[in-house]
């Protein structure tokens, strides 16, 4: 088995949403939502909780399997900051692969996680990030077709499917990432894709979304 640890990153300072993991959501909050199945993973060698806002800390003393890591002001910082400093506390992880779960995705079963871990665990990649397939026209900036390219397909049911990055989790290699302040280099397999659920993949990150995701967990709560 390859050691492996799971981690909650952070933050109060969003940037589309403020406040997002801690505004009411559902007569919770997004990341309560996380960190409930975080702390049921124990097939994990760790479950960490980083940030740096004591607000936020303080939330992992109501999960007992799950510790904190306190990180730099200047990682938690609104905006995008430098790997090096973002990303500064995986050093202090204690495994060899570090299972980065995303908080802002409330429909991820742990099941799914869990079949993660073991895909993980049965293959041999330095990375691997989470996909849900697709049959989407996707056009770059300058128009051109990048997935469907065949003029007599009008429809979105019978070309190949694709790949699209969902964010719900990132599994990386520590040492890789010591080395080179990278997750992976986006040559095939680094990362490796990993399959889940589309409709576990809605990923909060406006406040349309944070309305929309409401309303669908409130209806899937009410209907089980």
């Not at 002001?73 to 692969?97: C, M, R």
């Not at 990375?127 to 390219?149: H, K, P």
Request: glycine fraction near 2%; include cysteine.
């Amino acid at each position: 088995m390859k050691t492996i640890s799971v981690v909650v990153n952070a933050r109060i300072g969003s940037t589309r949403v403020k406040r997002k993991l801690l505004r009411s959501f559902s007569n919770t909050n997004l990341l309560n939502i996380a960190l409930k199945k975080v702390n049921k993973l124990n097939f994990f060698d760790n479950r960490f909780l980083a940030a740096s806002d004591t607000e936020i800390l303080k939330l992992a003393d109501n999960y007992p399997n799950i510790k904190t890591i306190i990180r730099d002001k200047k990682a938690t910082k609104t905006g995008v900051n430098p790997h090096e400093v973002t990303f500064a506390h995986y050093s202090l992880i204690p495994t060899d692969y570090i299972f980065v779960f995303n908080p802002c995705l409330p429909f991820i079963t742990t099941n799914t996680i869990k079949m993660a871990f073991d895909y993980f665990q049965n293959t041999n990649f330095t990375s691997y990030t989470s996909v849900i397939e697709t049959n989407d026209w996707i056009f770059d900036n300058e128009g051109r077709a990048l997935t469907n390219t065949n003029p007599n397909n009008l429809t979105t049911n019978k070309n190949e499917t694709f790949r699209k990055a969902s964010h719900a989790f990132h599994i990386i290699k520590k040492s890789y990432f010591v080395k080179t302040k990278q997750h992976w280099d986006f040559t095939p397999n680094n990362p490796h894709l990993i399959s889940m659920p589309k409709n576990e993949s809605v990923d909060i990150d406006t406040m349309e979304d944070f309305n929309y995701s409401q309303y669908l967990y409130n209806e899937k709560n009410r209907n089980e």
